[in-house]
Every structure is written in C-alpha cells, then in structure tokens.
C-alpha cells in the first residue's frame, strides 16, 4: 500500500495492492506490521520522515558446527554465565544444549543484549560460557583443592564439584586433558588451574544463529524518538500511530515483547491527541 496525506484536514488516502486504482480515505492510521527483517521493509516509513534502526534479529539460538558439546544435547545446566569473547556482553541463566548448539535462557538473553553486535560479525563470534556461574575463579579453585584435601582417594569422575551434570563433568573432564581414571589426590597444580579455567572459561567458536524466521524477536524498527509515547502519535506526521514490533522496542524474554504489543496498542487505540 502507499500512504499520501490530504491537504485538507490531515487525513489519509490510503491505495492497496488489492485495487491499486482506487483509495479510500481515512481519519487516523494504526501501523502494526510488526518487525521487519530487512531495512527496505520500512522505507515508507522513512519516507514520511521517520527515523528508522536498523532491524536485525534478536532472542536466537547459536550454531555450532561440530561441536563436540552438541553430543550433550537435551542437557540443561542450571546457572551459567555467558559472554561473548572479546567484549563486555553477557547474560547468566539455564542454559540448553542442542544437536546444533545452545539455546535456552541464558543464550536467548545474550543474543537479545548482543543483538547489533553479533550482526555486525555475521555471527561469527567465540562463546566464554561460566560452567557454574561463579565469577571468581579463585572461589572454583578453593572448592577443588578442599576436594582433593577431603577426598584424595576418590576417582575424579565419581566425585562431581558444583551439582554438576554427571555428563557434563565427565566432559569438562576430558576437554581439561585429564585421565578419567584418575583420583583427586593425584591432581598437580597445573591438572587442577586447567580444571579451573574448563569450568570457569570455556570457549567455544559460534558460526551462525537460528534459520532465518525462527528469531522470536526483530531489534530495530521505528524509533521512539519519531513518536509520542503518551499517545503512539507520530510526531513527524499528524494522524499517523504505531504499535507493535514496528517500533524499536525489543528485550530479553518473548513476554516481555508481547506486553509491549498489548499495551502500545491499547494506547493507540485510544487515538487521543
């Protein structure tokens, strides 16, 4: 459709592909397209004057090709840290992990809070990921080495630090480059800092996100600068109002993005001036 105000009145005459040879005019506009992949989606917009961010997605998962954490998969591991490598953008929570990746809260938020950034690196990016989602590494050493004080006999696999996942220990095990037939008491100083740093910083490469359209979320879209939030009204143009992901409203979770659909579009239902 294309959009072209009247002079008289600031109302609008509103042409549809459905009958492009007629228009029908209207009082007042309610925009709710919803987000838009592409910038060339909302250039109409833009054409009346608006600015516009950049879209990119948001709330994704994360490929990792080859992976061997993906032979984990269905495993949840309550309360991790991630981060992306190289920057300051990070999230904590469950994290899930799946034949093609991870997913679950954790890296749903940190794709919500890095959305620009990863877009700009093509979502190729390295992953730190805080296996028990205690920032101080000395903390994790300290517990390991009343371990070994306490439980010298026991078989490292058959003791597991932090509740973790039987699987996932005996992973963190392997990927630490120690024998799974090894015993607490026969950890050196340099078995026990690697320990460490598997369980407090491990990284792995991300090369992709989510097929496309399965992003729950768009970050980008009308900006708040260009309308009234009182009323939803531009203020670029009388007569005109958005609602809904159409605006550059995005956060960490899906609800938080429906409340914003409800309640921008309650208020511009009420079209007031």
Known sequence: MCFKTLTRGGKWSLRFQSDERSSEIFDKVIVTTGGSPHVEGLQWIRELGHKIELPVPSLFTFNMPQAPVTRLMGLVV??????????????????????????????????????RFLNERNYDFNIHI???????????SKSL????????GKQVTNFRPFALPERLWGFLIKRSGISADKKWGQLGKKDTNKLVETITH?????????????????CGGVSLKAVDMKTMQSKVVPNLYFAGEVLDID???????LQAAWTTGYIAGHLRQ
């Open 202 to 218: 491990d990284i792995y490469p991300v090369k992709g996100k989510s097929t496309f359209r399965d992003e729950f979320v768009t």
């Open 78 to 115: 309550e309360d991790v840290k991630v981060g992306v490598e190289g920057s300051r953008l990070n999230a904590e929570g469950p994290l899930l992990i799946t034949h093609w990746g991870m997913s679950g809260p954790a890296v749903l938020k940190l794709s919500s809070v890095a959305a």
């Open 145 to 152: 080495n009343e371990i070994i004080s306490q439980h010298s």
């Open 251 to 257: 956060a960490i979770t899906g609800g938080y993005n």
């Open 130 to 140: 805080n296996w028990v989602g205690i920032g101080n590494p000395e903390l994790v």
